[in-house]
């Protein structure tokens, strides 16, 4: 089997939960990036996390999936401390609007090397 390519996430086979965060970002850094990484580095340390994959363009558009084990590691990671801090920065300063969504994954496949 292939290894996974940098960037993607590697997931077990389903069923698990995938947490959608789009954002459009108010110009400006702000802290942004450093809290954006380190908020990425808590949440997969997180008990249940699986992975994430994040993807930004140039117009400040960008798109954040993580994956989790079950719906009780996504309500742990929503209410903890240093997460919260960051949420309401970034209501306050780093977003001028965002999308949050939660899907139970039952399929996935990757390609094309498996065909």
Known sequence: MMAMPKGFATTPKPPYYAVIFTAKRTAGDHGYAVMSDRMMALALEQKGCLGAESAR??????????????EASIVAWK???RHLVAQQFGKDRWYE?????IAKVERAYGGPEGR
């Open 79 to 81: 209410g903890e401390a």
């Open 97 to 101: 609007h965002y999308e949050l969504r």
């Open 57 to 70: 363009n140039a117009d400040g558009l960008g798109i954040t999936v993580s994956y989790w084990m079950d």
